[in-house]
């Protein structure tokens, strides 16, 4: 359970301190412009146990040679694997590969819009190596989504805040509770890249 509720979150300050002092990322767009999904996901993949400064240039090179999902999925695996190299965790490569042959043959080459059938949660996650917290990225930072965006930093940020004292076996509930009261109608594609820019 959290103490407090009720209390809330300064956003607009979280904003204003974002628009002074927000990363510029390659991947990155600020709101009302959405970057695409394809950049999206492809660096939260990248980023996954990885940092950002050792992600940059793989994130460079990849949309370099292969600038669309298209051409991603055309490519061999193991030339995606090669350029992989150094990265690590190899199973995101391999991932990375398969999901892109889903999206650009099953999907028609897009992330959206959904078959009508499922939320972009479940779409999203359909995906080989897509977990809530990157489909989550994806719908609020391409599609301005209103959705729940919470890794290991927004976490902390929120438990501290809200005064989470919940067991961590349960505390992601919580947790994803406290972010879905605080979702703006607006700007919400900045929301979770101004709290992760906040933690770091």
Request: hydrophobic content about 40%; proline content about 10%.
């Given at each position: 359970?959290?103490?407090?509720k009720n209390k809330s979150f300064p956003t607009a300050t979280l904003f204003a301190w974002y628009d002074r002092n927000g990363r510029d990322?390659?991947?990155?767009?600020?709101?009302?412009?959405m970057a695409p999904a394809y950049h999206v996901w492809l660096s939260e993949i990248m980023l996954q146990q990885t940092v950002v400064a050792t992600v940059i240039p793989y994130f460079l090179e990849f949309t370099r040679r292969w600038p669309s999902i298209d051409a991603l999925a055309a490519a061999p695996a193991d030339d995606v694997l090669t350029a992989w190299a150094g990265l690590g965790y190899y199973a995101r490569a391999r991932?990375?590969?398969?999901?892109?042959?889903?999206v650009a043959e099953e999907w028609g080459g897009e992330f959206y819009p959904l078959n009508g059938s499922c939320s972009y949660d479940s779409h999203l996650?359909?995906?080989?190596?897509?977990?809530p917290y990157t489909a989550g990225a994806i719908a609020a930072i391409a599609f301005g989504q209103q959705a729940?965006?919470?890794?290991?930093?927004?976490?902390r940020i929120l438990s501290?805040?809200?005064g989470v004292e919940t067991p961590i076996r349960t505390v992601k509930n919580d947790i994803s509770a406290a972010y879905q009261s605080l979702l703006p109608v607006d700007r919400?594609?900045?929301l979770p890249q101004a709290l992760m820019d906040y933690a770091n």
């Open positions: 359970m959290r103490k407090d990322l390659p991947w990155r767009r600020r709101w009302p412009e991932n990375l590969h398969k999901a892109a042959t889903i996650r359909s995906l080989p190596g897509v977990g729940i965006v919470v890794d290991v930093n927004i976490e501290r805040y809200f919400p594609s900045d």
